[in-house]
């Protein structure tokens, strides 16, 4: 089993949609959670830590389960320039530790139609 | 913010040779670089995690005498692939771990190398 899953997609959306992405940890060890977004060829780059509480940034929200080992990121209102792969991440290890270590999800693709 | 470095952007190699990655951080001490492997349609995966001034720590299945890593300064790290063949074709990106006294900045990524072995 992967430590880190997610929906591959594609999500093919409309403008103006609201798309969620769901992952699923199996290190329960997990320290810290975030979404990172990669276009394509590029580098990854982090849009939002995840927290129990459940986090908000424009249009975008992120929530955590920790019981269920649970995930979500939400976009509301898609822009076109939302077109990317969309991966979930885990943190492991003691935060500042040797083993400290970020695991990736193989990515959600979206895809935002005019 | 802190930024890493990454060098080359895209490197074409034949088959057999060696190729030599670097990763600087420009603006912060890197105590740890974290270098991984994305192929195609296929998520990231962590290679090796290496320490300034240790060996690294190769993650299960990655052979550390094909990729080694040097990681002799706090603001260079660099993985060499040796005798690469066509498998080895892939996109390798460095991490580092971004700390300036109490300010913890997370991981930072370098944007990543394009290697084709021909």
């Known amino acids: 089993r992967k430590e880190v899953e997610q929906d591959p997609g594609p999500f093919n959306v409309p403008e103006g949609a609201t798309v969620a992405f769901n992952c699923t940890y199996s290190n329960s060890a997990s320290q810290s959670f975030f979404w990172y977004r990669q276009d394509c060829r590029k580098e990854p780059k982090l849009l939002m830590s995840?927290?129990?509480s459940g986090n908000e940034d424009g249009r975008f929200t992120a929530q955590l389960n920790r019981a269920s080992q649970y995930i979500s990121l939400l976009i509301r209102d898609s822009k076109l320039s939302d077109s990317a792969t969309y991966l979930c991440v885990v943190n492991i290890g003691p935060w500042g530790g040797a083993t400290n270590k970020l695991i990736f999800g193989t990515g959600t693709l979206l895809a935002v139609q005019p | 913010g802190a930024v890493v470095s990454q060098h080359p952007s895209r490197v074409i190699c034949k088959s057999g040779t060696s190729v030599k990655i670097e990763c600087r951080s420009l603006d912060f001490q890197a105590t740890t670089m974290f270098w991984y492997r994305q192929f195609p349609k296929q998520s990231l995966m962590l290679m090796a995690t290496?320490?300034?001034?240790?060996?690294?720590?190769?993650e299960q299945g990655v052979e550390k005498d094909k990729f080694l890593i040097n990681h002799a300064s706090l603001t260079l790290s660099t993985l060499t692939v040796t005798s690469a063949h066509p498998e080895d074709s892939s996109f390798y990106i460095c991490?580092?771990?971004?700390?300036?006294?109490?300010?913890?900045?997370?991981?930072?990524f370098g944007s990543g190398t394009r290697l084709t072995v021909v």
């Open positions: 991490s580092a771990r971004a700390r300036e006294g109490r300010i913890d900045y997370g991981y930072t």
């Open positions: 995840v927290y129990s």
């Open positions: 290496s320490n300034e001034g240790s060996k690294a720590t190769y």
